[in-house]
C-alpha cells in the first residue's frame, strides 16, 4: 500500500484480510517535517506498528524536492519523483519471492499506478473522501471544456453525476488553474483510476445512494471501463486506547442533538486572530459545543469568518426549524452508517467481497 493520507488500516476487516505479513511502503517529504500533518502521520505508523506487528512499513529513501513549487503542488508532484525508488523496491521484494498480491494507493500518489501496472501487480485505489467527490473527480476529464468555459463566472455552477450542481465559487483549489499541477494531477487520476481493479470509498452506499449508482452506472465518464466500487465506510482511526477519551465520555453524558461539532480536518490551520472569532462565536450562541483545535497556528487561506457570523450560523442549527430537520438527518445517518458497519451491513459486504477479490488474485 502506497499513500500520503492514512491507509485503512484503521478498519478491523481490512486489517484481518490476510494472516501473513501486510508491507506499507511510505514516502514522506523532508520539505513537511514540521508539520502537524507529518507529526500526526508518524504517530499514526507508531501506533499502527505497535498494535499490529503484521503490519510491516518500508520507507522509501528522502529524496530532496524542487524548491520550485509551493507546498500543495508538492503534494501531487512528489510522488511523481518517489516512482523510481518505489520500482526499485517492489523489485526487490519480489526478488525475495515476496511479490505482493495487490496494491492499494490513494490519489495523490496516482503516478504510482503505471509502476505497479509494469509489474503486473493489481492496484487499487482508495478514495478517502465521500462518492459524491469521488463522482466529480472520475468526472473531470467529461467536464474539463465546461469548466473551461465557466470557471471565471461566480454565478455560474458545474454540473457532475450524482451530486448537486456546484458553484464555480466552491469548486476545489486545484480548478483554480487548469494548467497547474493539482488540476493535472486530478485529470491524470481520473483516466488512471477506471483502469483500476478496484477503488474503495469512504462512504456507504445508503448514505450517498445518487452518487454511488452514478458511478457504478458509468456516468462520469462513459468512454472509460466502470471499475468495481467497494463502500467500505465510514472509516475512521481507532485510538488504540483501551479507555474512551473524555470528550466521547462527555459527549455521551448530553442530551440527544444538543452539541454542536466543529472540526476542519487534519489541513484545518487558522491563524491565533480567526480561531479566536471561532471562540467568541460558539461562546455567544449559548449552545453546547466540541472543538477539534490544530495543535499549532499556521497562515490559513480563504476568507475570514466573523464570531457573529459563526454564532448565525450555529443558532440557525440548533434553534430553527430547518436546523432540525438537519439534526434529525444527522441522527438517521448515525443509525445508518451503524447498520452498514454491522453484521449483514452494505460496507461489511462490500469489505468481504474485496477480501475475496484479493484471495483469488
Not at 483554480?176 to 483516466?191: C, M, N, Q, R
Not at 458509468?218 to 471499475?227: A, Q, R
Not at 489541513?267 to 460558539?282: N, P
Request: hydrophobic fraction near 35%.
Amino acid at each position: 500500500m502506497l499513500g500520503t493520507n492514512g491507509p485503512p488500516s484503521s478498519n478491523g476487516g481490512a486489517r484481518k484480510a490476510h494472516t501473513n505479513s501486510q508491507p506499507f511502503i511510505h514516502h514522506h517529504n523532508h520539505h513537511h517535517h514540521r508539520t502537524i500533518r507529518h507529526r500526526l502521520h508518524l504517530l499514526y505508523i507508531s501506533a499502527v506498528s505497535t498494535t499490529t506487528p503484521s503490519i510491516l512499513f518500508h520507507h522509501l529513501p528522502t529524496i530532496s524536492p524542487p524548491s520550485s513549487l509551493t507546498p500543495f503542488e508538492l503534494a501531487f508532484a512528489l510522488p511523481r519523483l518517489y516512482n523510481s525508488n518505489l520500482r526499485h523496491a517492489l523489485q526487490t521484494l519480489i526478488s525475495q519471492n515476496s511479490r505482493p498480491k495487490a496494491s492499494m494507493i490513494d490519489f495523490f500518489c496516482n503516478p504510482s499506478f503505471e509502476v505497479f501496472t509494469s509489474l503486473g501487480i493489481p492496484t487499487y485505489y482508495f478514495f478517502t473522501s465521500g462518492a459524491g467527490g469521488l463522482s466529480a473527480l472520475l468526472a473531470i476529464p467529461t467536464t474539463h471544456q465546461t469548466v473551461v468555459e465557466k470557471i471565471k463566472d461566480p454565478n455560474t455552477s458545474i454540473d457532475f453525476p450524482g451530486v448537486p450542481p456546484i458553484p464555480t465559487p466552491d469548486l476545489p483549489e486545484p480548478f483554480s488553474d487548469l494548467e497547474g499541477i493539482p488540476y493535472k494531477s486530478l485529470f491524470s487520476a481520473a483516466i488512471s483510476m477506471p483502469k483500476s481493479s478496484g477503488v474503495l470509498t469512504n462512504t456507504f452506499t445508503e448514505f450517498e445512494p445518487r452518487a454511488v449508482k452514478a458511478i457504478s452506472d458509468g456516468l462520469c465518464n462513459p468512454s472509460l471501463p466502470t471499475p468495481p466500487i467497494y463502500c467500505i465506510g465510514p472509516i475512521v482511526v481507532n485510538s488504540g486506547e483501551d479507555q474512551e477519551h473524555e470528550c466521547l465520555r462527555w459527549l455521551d453524558s448530553q442530551p440527544s442533538q444538543s452539541v454542536v461539532f466543529l472540526c476542519f480536518g487534519s489541513t484545518g490551520l487558522f491563524k491565533a486572530e480567526q480561531l479566536m472569532e471561532m471562540a467568541i462565536g460558539l461562546e455567544k450562541s449559548g449552545h453546547r459545543f466540541l472543538w477539534v483545535v490544530a495543535l499549532a497556528l499556521e497562515e490559513s487561506e480563504g476568507g475570514f469568518v466573523s464570531a457573529d457570523e459563526l454564532e448565525k450560523r450555529v443558532r440557525e442549527l440548533m434553534d430553527s426549524e430547518s436546523g432540525k430537520r438537519v439534526r434529525e438527518r444527522v441522527m438517521e445517518m448515525r443509525d445508518g452508517a451503524k447498520a452498514a458497519l454491522g453484521e449483514g451491513g452494505t460496507s461489511r459486504v462490500a469489505l468481504a467481497e474485496l477480501v475475496e477479490s484479493w484471495r483469488k488474485g
